[in-house]
Nanobody, 121 residues
Framework: QLQASGGGLVQAGGSLRLSCVASGYRFSHYDMGWFRQAPGKEREFVAAITYNGGSRYYADSVKDRFTISRDNAKNTVYLQMDSLKPEDTAHYYC????????????????WGPGTQVTVSS
């Protein structure tokens, strides 16, 4: 089970930190990812992190603005979002990576309800 939180309304240029707490499985053994979905659009890859935090991957649209991290002692993965833009407005989801290509949502499971991020201009 995955429970994301930390979303909200923020002005352009602002920051938010999303958290995703995992339960029911051995969190430290799995790579994790963040995706987002805006109204009328497909769910898209945002970032991924390997099980030990050793490697991180980002969509070009968020590179140098977002940072993914994890704390295995807390069963939590984070998404620090800086320099937010109105186009970052979306519902954000975390999920467990099951193998294959990181940017493909078909390779993830355990989608929770997500958290809404709204960036005003």
């Amino acid at each position: 089970q995955l429970q994301a939180s930390g979303g909200g309304l923020v002005q352009a240029g602002g920051s938010l930190r999303l958290s995703c707490v995992a339960s029911g499985y051995r969190f430290s053994h799995y790579d994790m990812g963040w995706f987002r979905q805006a109204p009328g659009k497909e769910r898209e890859f945002v970032a991924a992190i390997t099980y030990n935090g050793g490697s991180r991957y980002y969509a070009d649209s968020v590179k140098d603005r977002f940072t993914i991290s994890r704390d295995n002692a807390k069963n939590t993965v984070y998404l620090q979002m800086d320099s937010l833009k109105p186009e970052d407005t979306a519902h954000y989801y975390c999920a467990v990576f099951t193998g294959g290509r990181y940017f493909d949502r078909a390779n993830y499971r355990g989608w929770g309800p997500g958290t809404q991020v709204t960036v005003s201009s």
